[in-house]
């Protein structure tokens, strides 16, 4: 199905493939010339416009899971792993595993302390370490801020203590507690 064109000036109908009107002479616009060039340009534009947005969604969203001991945290994918790795094993009845990662301009560490088999009240321990009630990550815990040294929040999931430290308090929101597994 094709659709008839008209002469943009006398209104007259116009023969296929015409380049001027049979009756005023107008010159008839080469339409494939027109989308070639206006339509082409605008795809182009918000093709582009799609692709860096894409990549920068898909960069700026990027995570890795980490866990330690029993817990997996989410943490952005820019941090890498510290070489030092802790754990510790107190007779057998309190385990503690501790990880830090950094980036350029910050630094997470994150432990889990816990009693294997004979459970533990990770809230009462968590509330003995004091600081400033507080809620986060979804849990009851505990705020505490070292002077010019960093922040931590300590709270406890099942049996096991949990305590992330941040050496700027904005990285706390780049932390997601996935939970005891």
């Not at 560490?109 to 809620?135: F, M, W, Y």
Request: aromatic share 12%; charged share 25%.
């Amino acid at each position: 199905f094709k659709m008839t064109d008209y002469c943009s000036k006398c209104g007259e109908k116009l023969k296929e493939d015409a380049l001027f009107c049979a009756n005023c002479g107008e010159k008839v616009p080469n339409k494939q010339n027109r989308f070639s060039n206006k339509h082409i340009l605008i795809i182009l534009i918000i093709f582009v416009i799609l692709a860096i947005f894409l990549s920068a969604t898909f960069l700026l969203n990027q995570t890795q899971t980490v866990k330690v001991d029993n817990v997996e945290f989410e943490i952005p994918a820019d941090y890498v792993s510290e070489p030092l790795r802790t754990d510790v094993n107190y007779d057998g009845n309190v385990k503690s595993s501790a990880m830090g990662w950094s980036n350029k301009d910050n630094y997470i560490e994150i432990g889990v302390t816990r009693t294997p088999g004979k459970g533990i009240n990770s809230q009462k321990v968590a509330e003995d370490l004091g600081g400033t009630p507080t809620k986060m990550y979804g849990y009851t815990g505990y705020y505490l801020e070292y002077e010019n040294e960093g922040y931590a929040f300590v709270f406890g999931i099942k049996d096991e203590v949990c305590m992330v430290y941040v050496s700027n308090y904005d990285v706390f929101d780049d932390i997601k507690v996935v939970g005891a597994v």
